[in-house]
């Protein structure tokens, strides 16, 4: 298992917080934005950029008045998806952890 505290709490997050599987992900990823780039090896940061990219695939929803953030790309992209298609990224990121 890898001893990161940001994926640690991400994992966590999918674990034990309510919701269905495209809010606790969201959640998750919100978590492991924060890392820093060099916190995981090159192998597994690959791993997790791919997750990200999937589960916020949407973008951010914007104002278009004056482009202030309405939603991040995470809860934006639960929007237009189905709760399964979350399910292989929840998957994934407790892959990551566990190795």
């Known amino acids: 298992m890898i001893g990161n505290t940001k994926l640690f709490e991400a994992v966590s997050a999918l674990v034990t917080n309510k ?9 998750a990823c919100q978590i492991i934005e924060k890392m ?9 940061k690959e791993r997790i950029d791919k997750v990200k990219n999937a589960a916020g695939s949407n973008g951010p929803l914007t104002s278009k008045l004056d482009n202030k953030v309405l939603l991040d790309k995470y809860e934006n992209s639960i929007k237009y998806k189905a709760n399964k298609t979350h399910v292989p990224y929840a998957e994934e990121i407790f892959s990551i952890w566990r190795e």
């Open 19 to 27: 919701g269905d599987v495209r809010h606790r992900v969201a959640l």
């Open 36 to 44: 820093h780039a060099n916190e995981l090896e090159p192998d597994l």
